[in-house]
């Protein structure tokens, strides 16, 4: 049985395991890590908007990201 396809493409920040990534890619689902985009040490805010400009759902930002208002 084939794994069903998700319709998000996904960026995962260096908080989640390489190993998740690993998993995911396998299965041909459309993710991106900070790791493959040179983006280890960057802060939640540039991130997510790397994530934005690729128009993939950020997986998970640290507890510490606040909207600035």
């Known amino acids: ?4 396809r998700l319709f ?3 960026y995962l920040d260096e908080d989640v ?3 998740v990534a690993d998993i995911l890619q ?3 689902y459309g993710v991106r890590t900070a790791h493959e985009e040179g983006m280890l040490g960057t802060s ?3 991130q997510l908007a790397l994530a934005t ?3 993939r759902c950020a997986l998970p930002l640290s507890c510490t990201y606040r909207r600035e208002r």
């Open 1 to 4: 049985m084939d794994a069903p």
């Open 8 to 10: 998000a493409k996904l």
């Open 17 to 19: 395991s390489v190993r």
């Open 26 to 28: 396998g299965h041909e």
């Open 44 to 46: 939640d805010a540039e």
């Open 53 to 55: 400009v690729q128009e």
